[in-house]
């Protein structure tokens, strides 16, 4: 007998829970911290636990028997099958698991399950649409720094490399080329030091320097205009006949949006649920199939 739904957002600052009833009212909800599955399936493991041990708190029970349970987690890097398969191997025995990437709970959440598209750009990027034949479809997502275009990662990489083409001469030292030198240092050396030691969330951080450098240097104006561009053109692969509700998420989609065309502006859309309540809605479809889930039990 299923005595809980538990309904899991997983990514690379956050993790949040939902606690729900076996019918599917929403119970409690709890948070944690990491549980991207690249840094670490055992850190996403306890992150997700901690997740829905405050939910479960807040109901009053301290430990939930795991098999009386029915989790559906949309975890950031659940897409790479060997790291899926380890986070599966660390969890206990549960009356029924289903794990998703966090972009596919994401875009369930924001068109509640019916056909529509997200576009997403925080850290990194990816696009992925519902079809009204069922039909399920990702663009981009290939991850820092080959892919994610468009991202708040992908824009620091190039910030980056526009500070150092100014520091060798080759490009005038602006605006935009003074604040990375302020941020990741003003000598080669320090340069070189900074980008050794970082990864792509560092290089996010500096997104937002570029945003603030837009109005007086024509290198961060640029990157704002390819970084739209980039985003644009993810919603075109997913719909080329341009008919698909669009939701704009993460925190650099946020900042573009209002630069894209007008076709697409046209179709935005307001998010209907979060990723956490996508992940709850698959977690239903999912013991639906299987005769499991009854509204009324």
Known sequence: MIEYLLAVDGGGTGTRAILAHRNGSVLARGEAGPSALAQGISQAWAQVQQAVSAALSKVGVAQPLWRHCAMAAGLSGAHNESLRTAFLAQLPPMAKVVVATDSYTMLLGAHAGEPGMIVAAGTGSVG????????????????????????????GLNAVNVAQAAMDGSAPAGTLARCIWTHCGATRQDMAEW???????????????????????????????????????????????????IVVCGSIGEMLKDRMTSDLRERFALAAMGPAEGALLMLKKSLESMHEFREDS
């Open 195 to 245: 980008v050794a030691r970082s990864g792509q969330f560092a290089y996010a951080q500096l997104a937002p320097l570029v945003f603030d450098c837009a109005s007086s240097d024509s290198a961060a104006a640029e990157l704002l205009a390819q970084a739209t561009h980039e985003l644009e053109s993810i919603a075109y692969a997913l719909d080329p006949r341009r008919t698909l509700p």
């Open 128 to 155: 992925e649409a519902l079809y009204a034949d069922g039909r399920h479809a990702v663009v981009g997502g290939w991850g820092f720094p080959v892919g994610d275009k468009g991202s708040g990662a992908w824009m």
